[in-house]
């Protein structure tokens, strides 16, 4: 699929004043800094469409992006960040759970794990919770560029090993991505094309 189109329409940390038309959408979530804004941009072939930062904690809205005027990507605030305030915190929490448990247009969403690192708890927590919630998922290992080509399928092979430790019985749908090399990019827009086909 090729992406011709690809508009920002909307931030805000109310789930009922998301847009309210009634197209797909595919929402990017994971550890503030592992890389969502960066992968829309990289999806997009735009360069500052999502807002992105070396420093935790960019990306602080919900935010929708209209792709090819019938389908939107969403960018969502990162989890885990320890230096903002509890207050702060819950409330991110508040609303992205919100926006999971309530928001019909979402058809997949993609959990962004940093290929690099071990399996984080935090990670795990929240992938359980999209399974008690119900919420189709797939996981996109980001940042593939900072380990050799080698070590990629290790990496994967180890976090598989965490998930049917914590009781998954398969490996989720997913994905290897570098937004600074573009990998996974064909990949994940031929996946999204053909779940919009359903
Ligand atoms: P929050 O909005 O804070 O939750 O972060 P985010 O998940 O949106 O991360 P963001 O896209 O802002 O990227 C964080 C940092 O990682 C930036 O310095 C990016 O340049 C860098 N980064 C993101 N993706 C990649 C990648 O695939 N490879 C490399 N080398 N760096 C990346
Ligand atoms: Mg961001």
């Known amino acids: 699929m090729k992406i011709n189109t690809a508009e920002f329409i909307i931030s805000n940390s109310d789930v009922s004043k998301c847009p309210l038309e009634r197209l797909p959408e595919y929402a ?15 999806l997009t072939n735009h360069k500052n469409l999502a807002k992105t930062s070396g420093k935790p904690g960019k990306t602080q809205l919900i935010n929708h992006f ?35 448990e309530q928001r019909e247009q979402l058809v997949c ?38 380990i050799s080509k080698g070590k990629v399928a290790a990496h994967i092979a180890a976090y598989r090993k965490e998930l049917l430790a914590n009781n998954w019985e398969e490996m989720p749908q997913h994905f290897v991505t570098s937004s600074t090399e573009g990998t996974g990019k064909e990949e994940l827009l031929q996946f999204i094309d053909g779940v919009n086909q359903d």
Request: proline letters at 2%.
């Open 66 to 100: 209209k792709i090819n005027s019938n389908w939107f990507l969403v960018d969502l605030p990162g989890y885990g960040y320890a230096r903002v305030s509890k207050k702060t915190k819950e409330v991110f929490q508040e609303f992205i759970t919100d926006y999971f």
């Open 109 to 146: 969403a993609f959990v962004l794990i940093d290929i690099r690192l071990e399996a984080q708890k935090i990670d795990l927590e929240f992938i359980e919770y999209l399974g008690e919630t119900e919420v189709p998922f797939c996981i996109i290992f980001t940042k593939a560029d900072k």
């Open 28 to 42: 990017f979530i994971g550890r503030s800094n592992v890389g969502k804004s960066s992968l829309i941009n990289m």
